[in-house]
């Protein structure tokens, strides 16, 4: 985890660094925020047609929303380490950003602005867009932005039919691409609509791209079938007397026919079948990936061959380089809600009144402990969500952490809820950063070139320094980038003294800042 500290002029050493461990928990109400930044910086929700975004960093919130109530509002797919949200708005694939606004992409060729289309994945330097085209998706297609601007634009394979029930497909869909842009995972859902598969995009040294089934031996052994698929029921009927029962007797021998092709199907479907099955509610639109590619995480379902129901339900993470599948055992009947990039994962409980997350690991699939309990922890005992997070409900007071997506690099998590109590009817939602922790990793360099220093505006930094925040006395941050910046703006920042913290390819330095 990095950890971005302040070390100021021994005066407010210590004062500011235990005001920065303390504000690292922040709340917006009416809202609710699902989604969360690799970096923990950005999140979003979406509610029907209108999407939310959050800059932790500054504070600053926005609904994002069509222009009538007709053409589609905006919907808010991805969301990347520089803010830039990947949307559908007025059912057009675009970017957003809090600088430029909607930026539309431009359509594959063949395709005109009518089309719908939709940015579903986005790399965290914002350089590959994986975007869909139709509703339901028929084809997906990568973006990659190069010098001048512009996007190169092609086509990613899909198939036709799947190795397992070999039918077509109702839709294939996007979920995710990790960090290098060279890894993409989706979903397949079969013609029938009663099973998903996932789906996994590799780009090759060449620049290919191919498409594999994930997994698909954890469900069948064989990793595939012979099966032939009947087609849906289908009797003409012309010609036959309906009064003399003719029509109902040739209807009854189609149908009987056609149910034993069915049967045979089905036989030769799960003859292999392992009892597991990709599953969530239904489907496996939770799917997606730690920003490293190492894992994937969605939920199963398992039904013992031969029964009629399903025995159990589990949170799940598969791990590409050693082909291993995690079951979270400690938890049944719990979701996978996010993979950090060290197999971390938050897991959604059973509900009541409210949504209760825990936290587990692919190093302790056995054992989880409550959100709650993670923070405290992890925090060294300075955020006890307790003090944010107790609800008055029937049976009295009671601690509820809601629904907890974890940042993929582990420095934070957005959770929310919806309240019924207390008069609220609202959503809440919390985030929680653990990047300003202590004060053992940053240098404080006054050597650091940054000028003017006492500064009224524009502040001037030294080439090569990333990952740049800026902290009031306070321990409030004002100000971050992830990429090399050379200047700060600070024209409407507050007059008082700050501390810059910048990463010099090396190490962390920090260094004071006065705004006159």
Known sequence: MKKYVVILFCIMHYALCINLSAQVITSVMDAPYTSISHNGVYSYGNYEDIAFYYNA??????????????????????VND???????????????????????????EGYDENTYSAARCITNDGKVIVVSIGSPTKEIYIYTLEEDGTYTIEQLPIPYEDPMFHQGFQFVAPCDIA???DLIIGRYRIDTGFEELP??????AEGEWSYEWMNIDFIISTGKTDAVYPGEFEFDGAGYDVESGEWQAEYDKAWAEYYEKLIDYYTIVYADASGYFYSGSGDISAISLSNNGRFAKMNISYQPNGSEYVEANYPVVY???????YIFTCRPGAACLSVTDEGE???????????????SSIHSLDKSVTLAEWTLDKSSGRINLGDYMTYNTPDGPRIAEGTASLATSGNAFVTWQYNGFEDKMRYESYFVRFDVESADDVVFDNSME???NPTSGVL???DGLSEVRLYDVAGREVYSASDVVNTIDLTQVAKGVYVLIAFDGEKYISTKIVKN
């Open 57 to 78: 960093a500054t504070d600053f919130k926005l609904a994002l929303q069509g222009d009538n109530l007709d053409d589609g509002g905006c919907w808010v797919w991805d």
């Open 82 to 108: 520089l803010g830039q949200l990947a949307v559908e708005h007025k059912k057009r694939a675009a970017l957003w950003t809090e600088a430029e606004g909607y930026v539309y992409l431009p359509m594959p």
């Open 179 to 181: 960090e290098k842009g």
């Open 199 to 204: 789906l996994v995009w590799k780009k090759d």
């Open 319 to 325: 791990e590409f380089a050693t082909d291993s599948m």
């Open 345 to 359: 994962v938050s897991l959604r409980g059973a509900a009541d009144y409210f949504s209760w997350t825990y936290v």
């Open 450 to 452: 940054v000028y003017p």
């Open 460 to 462: 001037y930094l030294s």
